[in-house]
Nanobody, 126 residues
Framework: QVQLVESGGGLVQAGGSLRLSCAAS????????VGWFRRAPGKEREFVAG????????YYADSVKGRFTISRDYAKNTVYLQMNTLKSEDTAVYYC???????????????????WGQGTQVTVSS
């Protein structure tokens, strides 16, 4: 079993920054691909960013490219999502997800991940 705990959400003004953390326990981080997803009110869950087990491969949704950065700290078993130049449309509940993916470096759909955190709210005021 893998437990994921997100933190770092909050209220920020447009143009500001936040860093989300996803702390994993129950399995060594190097065996897990990790993705960040978000769900805005009234919208479907969407992929935001992902990082491969090795950390060499990262992928981003077009809507966050150039503004968000995903990284991982193996010593702390934690994956981070640095979010800069936040916009009101970034307001959502953010979830991290993890699993041991085979055949693909990073999964971009929620169905590829079996473990999910409880989510952290990010609210960007305009």
């Amino acid at each position: 079993q893998v437990q994921l705990v997100e933190s770092g959400g909050g209220l920020v003004q447009a143009g500001g920054s936040l860093r989300l953390s996803c702390a994993a326990s129950g399995r060594t981080a190097s065996t897990l691909t990790v993705g960040w997803f978000r769900r805005a009110p009234g919208k479907e869950r969407e992929f935001v960013a992902g990082v491969s087990r090795s950390g060499r491969d990262t992928y981003y949704a077009d809507s966050v490219k150039g503004r968000f950065t995903i990284s991982r700290d193996y010593a702390k078993n934690t994956v981070y999502l640095q979010m800069n130049t936040l916009k009101s449309e970034d307001t959502a509940v953010y979830y991290c997800a993890a699993d041991t993916l085979l055949g693909v470096a990073v999964g971009k759909t929620g169905g590829e991940y079996g473990y999910w955190g409880q989510g952290t709210q990010v609210t960007v005021s305009s």
